[in-house]
């Protein structure tokens, strides 16, 4: 079965900073890759993904992500964070054939610093 | 924009008592979704639905709990009997095409505390 890994439970930035999150995951096949984010009181809203061809996915909000096949990760990143980012963020797997269920990574809750 | 919506957004409820969380997916959205989120933990896959039946679920939808889709617009989940580890956010989720890994729509979650 496949596996979701989010290694950094909080991440701390400064207003302005630049911000990865790390996402790897166990599969066989090159899965379906998704990142979402949580605000506070909302459901979780899709920032970007990855189904096949160029491996650096431009998503919403200025962040983007590269898939990296021989290293298993989905790395989010965003070069100048602002306030309003502060949230929790979701990396996803989807098996690439049956039943598209996505499987979720425990999450990352984003911390940013005035 | 439309948006799933998700009624009620708090609810709690004694041991052994029945609930009911309630979604409204999006209007042209055939894939219907719960999920759950234990405090701390993964969002959890529970249940699929499409074309008025159960197309998927996890181990944790067990005979405690049920969907349906009582009109052309709610969909329910019922939990007969709670249990305190039944305590989560609830969260429903829509797609709009049936097949594929398309983007699922994600309501702001119920959160069930069980006492």
């Known amino acids: 079965a496949q596996s979701v890994t989010q290694p950094d439970i909080h991440i701390t930035v400064s207003e302005g900073a630049s911000l990865e999150l790390r996402c790897n995951y166990s599969?066989?096949?090159?899965?379906?890759l998704f990142w979402y984010v949580q605000s506070p009181g909302q459901g979780l809203q899709l920032l970007l993904k990855?189904?096949?061809?160029?491996?650096l996915v431009q998503g919403i909000k200025g962040f983007e992500a590269e898939f990296k096949r021989s290293q298993s990760s989905f790395n989010l990143r965003k070069p100048s964070v602002h306030w309003s980012d502060a949230a929790e963020y979701f990396c996803a797997v989807v098996p690439s054939g049956g039943s598209y269920i996505p499987t979720f990574g425990r999450g990352t809750s984003l911390i940013v610093h005035p | 924009e439309p948006e799933v919506t998700q009624t009620p957004s708090h609810q709690v409820t004694q041991m052994g008592q029945e609930v009911i969380l309630r979604c409204v997916p999006i209007?042209?959205?055939?894939?219907f979704y719960w999920y759950r989120q234990i405090l701390g933990q993964k969002v959890e896959f529970l249940v699929s639905f499409y074309n008025n039946e159960i197309s998927e679920k996890s181990e944790i939808f067990d005979d405690q709990f049920s969907v349906e889709r009582p009109d052309g617009s709610n969909f329910t989940l019922k939990i007969r009997s709670t249990k305190l580890e039944d305590s989560a956010m609830y969260f429903c989720?829509?797609?709009?095409?049936?097949?594929?890994?398309?983007?699922?729509?994600f309501g702001p979650g119920t959160r069930l505390t069980v006492t």
């Open positions: 599969y066989g096949a090159t899965p379906y």
């Open positions: 990855y189904f096949s061809g160029d491996t």
């Open positions: 209007s042209n959205h055939l894939y």
């Open positions: 989720a829509s797609k709009q095409l049936a097949g594929g890994p398309g983007e699922q729509y």
